[in-house]
């Protein structure tokens, strides 16, 4: 029997490749009809079939307040009514660059002195790049396997996220002479790092890493790695690139950086991209650090980066009140909820006799099908990843929506209550049967 999600799936394969914009929409690793969602509001989405469900996704993090959440629509809505897009400078701008540049700060410590504002977390780490080499005159990146920092050209070798999910090894398309100026090793390896620097220490830009990887499921960077990063970046004359796209403004209100300081971990990134929270859900993202090497981009340097839609006022207005909305008291709920998930979780996957590890990075966690939380890619892909189909599947038969994919994060938002995370517990230990059964 099919339904509206397969009829409009079916379409969509006519009209638009694979059916989907963004590949990991397409259920490709859990099988089965990705469901076309037609609306969402607090901790629920709500299927073109009119199925509803518990939401475990949040729009792949945006939605830190809950889907729809009124005061940020209705702010949305009256920047809408003053014009959807100018391409000139707004005050609305002014007060969000400022706003994240105050919220990122532990104690003294401030790394983000200038914020520019572009649409996505792509454009945020491909700025930061481009930014990084014009400031050393270097050529050569460094990232970490299974790390993802969006699809631009140099960043797609070894990536996670979909990468990951599809099993591809990077991408048609990219040339070789640009893959080569990416230098590839394994996360929280520290001789590894060492042995990059020993060898290329004096053509390296920029290291880009995630604050805490979270695109081959959630692998936590270990104690001291990310300053251990800053301080051979720094030793070689290289910047530290801070990728807090998915963490930034999610786990703490300076991110991962501010949740690592505040417990005694502190060093300095040069720059640091945010996108999904800081836009509410609008097209928004930014990277922020430290003034001498912002004032490089242009009109004030040499380092070009434009966009005729970037700073848009619906998204400066979505992400403006998100921010202004994102009290301690939000974290501390989001971080309640995850914590009691992510205990069901195990629980349940414990009681079925499911080999399993589940990893936090702050209220990020995943559950990976192998004994041991994965500290690489090599060790995230080394697990019983088939066991996750059927558990995604018994999940959603339970009107519990989950991300579509072993290798990502699991979110919860200050919207989910007693009656959505009854609603999740009652449905883990029947999913936890099913991947042990598969
Ligand atoms: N960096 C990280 C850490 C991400 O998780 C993502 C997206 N999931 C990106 C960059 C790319 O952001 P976008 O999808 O907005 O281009």
New binding site residues.
């Given amino acids: 029997m099919t339904d509206r999600n397969d009829d409009l799936f079916s379409a969509a394969r006519e009209v638009i490749p694979g059916g989907v914009n963004s590949p990991v929409r397409a259920y490709g690793s859990v099988g089965g009809t990705p469901r076309f969602l037609a609306s969402a509001s607090g901790a629920t989405v709500t299927d073109a079939a009119g199925n509803e469900y518990v939401d475990l996704v949040a729009s792949?993090?945006p939605a830190l307040l809950g889907h729809a959440q009124p005061e940020v629509v209705a702010a949305v809505q009256e920047a809408a009514t003053r014009g959807l897009s100018f391409g000139a400078p707004t005050e609305g701008e002014v007060e969000l660059a400022a706003l994240i540049a105050d919220r990122v700060r532990v104690g003294e410590a401030r790394p983000v002195e200038r914020v520019r504002l572009v649409s996505?977390?792509?454009?945020?780490?491909m700025t930061a790049i481009r930014l990084a080499r014009g400031a050393t005159g270097r050529d050569l990146l460094v990232k970490f396997s299974g790390h993802?920092?969006?699809?631009s050209d140099g960043l797609l070798a070894a990536a996670g996220?979909g990468v990951a999910t599809l099993a591809l090894p990077g991408s048609a398309g990219v040339p070789a002479p640009i893959a080569a100026q990416t230098l590839v090793i394994d996360y929280n390896d520290p001789d590894a790092l060492a042995a990059v620097f020993a060898e290329h220490g004096e053509r390296i830009a920029a290291v880009i890493v995630?604050a805490a990887a979270?695109?081959m499921g959630v692998v936590p960077p270990l104690p001291g790695f990310n300053r251990l990063l800053a301080d051979t970046v720094h030793a070689h004359g290289a910047l530290l690139i801070l990728?807090e796209?998915?963490t930034g403004f999610r786990v703490h209100p300076a991110g991962f950086w501010g949740l690592q300081a505040e417990a005694g971990e502190e060093y300095l990134p040069d720059i640091i991209?945010f996108?999904?929270v800081v836009g509410g859900g609008m097209p928004l993202?930014a990277l922020g650090g430290r003034a001498d090497v912002m004032d490089l981009l242009a009109p004030l340097g040499p380092v070009y980066q434009a966009g005729t839609l970037s700073g848009n006022p619906l998204s400066v207005a979505a992400g403006l009140a998100t921010l202004r909305l994102a009290t301690p008291e939000v974290y501390a709920t989001v971080d309640a909820a995850a914590a009691r998930v992510s205990r069901a979780l195990d629980e349940a996957l414990t009681d079925a006799g499911v080999t399993h590890a589940v990893a936090h990075a702050g209220n990020l966690f995943s559950a990976s099908f192998r004994a041991t939380a994965p500290r690489t890619y090599a060790e995230a892909q080394d697990q019983e990843s088939f066991r996750y189909a059927a558990f995604f599947h018994a999940m959603r038969e339970q009107g519990v929506a989950l991300p579509p994919s072993v290798f990502e994060a699991w979110f919860l938002t200050a919207a989910h209550g007693e009656e959505e995370l009854q609603r999740i517990e009652a449905a883990l230990p029947i999913a936890a049967r099913a991947a042990a059964s598969a």
């Avoid at 993802?148 to 699809?151: L, T, V």
């Fill in positions: 792949w993090g996505t977390g792509t454009e945020a780490t993802y920092h969006g699809h996220s995630e979270a695109n990728d796209v998915l991209t996108g999904k993202a």
